[in-house]
């Protein structure tokens, strides 16, 4: 089974993905552990990858597209789950051409929903540790003692971007370049929509709840 997942920044979609994954047995390609992969690799891809990383380059799409169609040919015939390509109309339709020649269609478009005051409370809610980068929160996930962290006793700080003004013009950025992206997979009739709001165990059912009816479909 071939998946993408969409989801705001702050809905909790990497953690999800890598569960969802996990639980499927496929393969999740985030599209940053993928090129790192491919330019780990040693390939001729690989030397491309870095070229364009080295000097800040995007990574053009057809590379991208080239190194997800190696990914599934290593990963024998289990399926991925794609997250963070593709992001825009042009991108979707190259992948679906080649995926399609690929004989392996996309089956499905998860796209994580989260109301933008649970996104925003989230994130401004969020402490973390300078020391050993763990995070809290300070309704959902209290350290023991406030302001100070369980493992090594430092000081929380507050990220100086998790501000309510910062959070919000991301979710309005995301919003601008998604909508004609996921308009495209509801027309292509692939587009199923998931509440993300809720507990980390929550959302994966729904997610889980969505596959399971995708392969039962087949
Ligand atoms: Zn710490």
């Keep these: 089974m071939n998946l993408i997942i969409l989801g705001p920044p702050g809905a909790g979609k990497g953690t999800q993905a890598v569960r969802l994954a996990e639980g499927l047995g496929i393969q999740h390609l985030s599209s940053g552990d993928m090129l790192r992969a491919e330019r780990a690799s040693g390939t001729p891809l690989?030397?491309?990858v870095a070229e364009y990383m080295d000097s800040g380059a995007l990574v053009p799409d057809e590379i991208m597209i080239e190194a997800i169609l190696n990914r599934l040919e290593g990963g024998g015939d289990t399926g991925v789950l794609l997250d963070g390509f593709p992001r825009t109309v042009a991108q979707a339709e190259s992948l679906d051409e080649a995926l399609g020649k690929a004989g392996r269609p996309v089956d499905g478009v998860l796209e994580l929903k989260v109301p933008r005051g649970a996104i925003v409370q989230r994130i401004t809610g969020r402490r973390v540790c300078p020391k050993c980068n763990s995070v809290y929160h300070m309704e959902f996930r209290r350290?023991?003692?406030?302001?100070?962290?369980d493992n090594d006793g430092e000081a929380l700080i507050h990220r100086p971007d998790d501000t309510e003004e910062v959070i919000v013009s991301?979710?309005?950025n995301y919003e601008k370049q998604t909508t004609p992206l996921?308009?495209?997979?509801?027309?292509?009739g692939i587009l199923h929509a998931v509440d993300g709001d809720g507990s980390v165990d929550?959302?994966?059912?729904r997610l889980e709840r969505v596959t399971r009816q995708l392969s039962g479909g087949r």
């Design 46 to 48: 690989g030397a491309k």
């Design 143 to 149: 350290p023991r003692q406030e302001g100070v962290c």
């Design 170 to 172: 991301r979710l309005k």
């Design 182 to 188: 996921t308009e495209y997979y509801a027309g292509k």
């Design 202 to 205: 929550e959302v994966c059912a």
